[in-house]
C-alpha cells in the first residue's frame, strides 16, 4: 500500500468533500443526530470548492495508491490560550473503505513532521467526548487530555475537548 499525503488543489475538492461526508455518516452516527448529518453534508461540495485553492497551505489530501482515501488540516492552532509553539491538527477525515489500516497514523505522523520543520514544540487536536474511537486513536499516538473543553450545538449539545502532545 502506497501512502502520499501532499497539499490539495482544486481538482482535489470534490473528492474530499466525499470523503468528509462518508466519515461523518460513518463516525458519528451514533453521535450527532442523522438529520444534522444530512444538513452538514449537503454544504461540504460548496465548502471543499470554496477553501481548496491555489493558495492553499493548511488542506492535506490522503491518496492510497492514488485514490483519494481521506484528509487533513493542519495549521496554527485556532485557540489563543496556547503558545506560539503548539501547532494543531484541525481535521483528520478518512474514507471509512480505509478504517483501521495505519493510515490515519501516518497522517498523524506527517502532521508531525509538518510541525516540527516549523520548529513546533506541541500538537493539540480537539475530539468530542463521545467519539471513543478517536479518543483511543489520538491516545495511542501520545496525546493527552489536556483540560480545555468546548460545548457546540451538533443537532445536539456536544461536548468537546482539546488533547495535546509534546513534539
Not at 444538513?39 to 461540495?45: F, G, W
Not at 477553501?51 to 488542506?59: F, K, L, P, R, V
Not at 489500516?101 to 513546533?120: E, N, P
Request: charged share 25%; proline share 4%.
Amino acid at each position: 500500500m502506497d501512502i502520499t499525503i501532499r497539499l490539495a488543489v482544486p481538482t482535489d475538492a470534490p473528492d474530499m468533500a466525499n470523503i468528509h461526508m462518508r466519515s461523518w455518516e460513518a463516525a458519528y452516527k451514533d453521535i450527532i443526530p442523522a438529520e444534522y448529518i444530512r444538513e452538514k453534508n449537503a454544504t461540504r461540495p460548496a465548502l471543499y470548492e470554496r477553501i481548496i485553492t491555489a493558495d492553499n497551505t493548511t488542506h492535506y489530501v490522503i491518496l492510497v495508491d492514488g485514490k483519494a482515501a481521506g484528509l487533513m488540516s493542519v495549521g496554527p492552532p485556532k485557540d489563543n490560550d496556547v503558545e506560539v509553539s503548539f501547532y494543531e491538527l484541525q481535521a483528520l477525515y478518512l474514507h471509512p473503505d480505509f478504517y483501521r489500516q495505519g493510515i490515519g497514523t501516518k497522517a498523524v505522523d506527517f502532521a508531525f513532521d509538518l510541525a516540527r520543520g516549523l520548529s513546533k514544540k506541541s500538537m493539540t487536536v480537539w475530539t468530542f467526548a463521545e467519539n471513543r474511537n478517536a479518543i483511543k486513536f489520538y491516545e495511542k499516538c501520545g496525546f493527552r487530555a489536556d483540560g480545555k473543553t468546548r460545548t457546540y450545538e451538533y443537532g445536539k449539545i456536544m461536548d468537546s475537548f482539546r488533547m495535546s502532545r509534546m513534539l
